[in-house]
């Protein structure tokens, strides 16, 4: 079984930056696609960054310039850089992982428990 542990949501500012990181473990043998969904009460699951294991970035258009992905293969953790933060961004954001558990296997996609962002004044 494989866990996915987020942490770094919280309230902040118009304008200001949290930084997310999502953490994999348990019984991982490889992980492929890593990286963020977020979702609003009433409202689809949206995509919001990915990065896959070579490092590809991929970003909703909404937080191109703003939201940077990055992940550190050696502790199997994805995060995410949000600098000049809009209200529009709250949401409840979610980690995603694509991990093989075994050698020949084909991964699985694993989500993290979600951590709630809100950009207040």
């Known amino acids: 079984q494989v866990q996915l542990v987020e942490s770094g949501g919280g309230l902040v500012q118009p304008g200001g930056s949290l930084r997310l990181s999502c953490a994999a473990s348990?019984?991982?043998?490889?992980?492929?696609?890593m990286g963020w969904y977020r979702q609003v009460p009433g409202k689809q699951r949206d995509v919001v960054a990915g990065?896959?294991?070579?490092?590809?970035?991929n970003y909703v258009e909404s937080v191109k310039g703003r939201f940077t992905i990055s992940r550190d293969n050696a502790k199997n953790t994805v995060y995410l850089q949000m600098n000049s933060l809009k209200p529009e961004d709250t949401a409840v954001y979610y980690c995603?992982?694509?991990?093989?558990?075994?050698?020949?296997?084909?991964?699985?996609?694993?989500w993290g428990q979600g951590t709630q962002v809100t950009v207040s004044s």
């Open positions: 348990g019984s991982i043998f490889s992980i492929y696609d």
């Open positions: 995603y992982a694509d991990v093989s558990t075994g050698w020949g296997t084909d991964p699985d996609l694993y």
């Open positions: 990065i896959n294991s070579g490092g590809n970035r």
